[in-house]
């Protein structure tokens, strides 16, 4: 199984992004997925962002009304809409996803990271 992001970058504050995530591979079915970012010289990752399979999501304090969380189950897929963008905002960003297999077993998987730099 693979994860991969794309679409960090530059961007100026108050501008928006939109990062994509999509899982490849062997894959029976994906519970949730999920968004967390990692700022810099801080050595976790914090939560961002949650969308259950039906579509429940939940967000950060910090991003709630600014960040949209949706996926695209049929391309096993996860999104970030990030509008109205902070300077606090830059760090690099993981996509998280619980597969299931075929026996019920769970198991959580990270994909790579994509920066995130929000400057004027």
């Known amino acids: 199984v693979q994860l991969q992001a794309s679409g960090g970058g530059l961007v100026q504050p108050g501008g928006s992004l939109r990062l994509s995530c999509a899982a490849s591979?062997?894959?029976?079915?994906?519970?949730?997925m999920s968004w967390y970012r990692q700022a810099p010289g801080k050595q976790q990752r914090g939560l961002v962002a949650?969308?259950?399979?039906?579509?429940?999501?939940n967000y950060a304090d910090s991003v709630k009304g600014r960040f949209t969380i949706s996926r695209d189950n049929a391309k096993n897929a996860v999104y970030l809409q990030m509008n109205s963008l902070k300077p606090e905002d830059t760090a690099v960003y993981y996509c998280n996803a619980v597969f299931v297999t075929q026996t019920q077993y769970r198991y959580r998987y990270w994909g790579q990271g994509t920066l995130v730099t929000v400057s004027s």
């Open positions: 591979g062997s894959i029976f079915s994906i519970n949730t």
């Open positions: 949650t969308i259950t399979s039906g579509g429940s999501t």
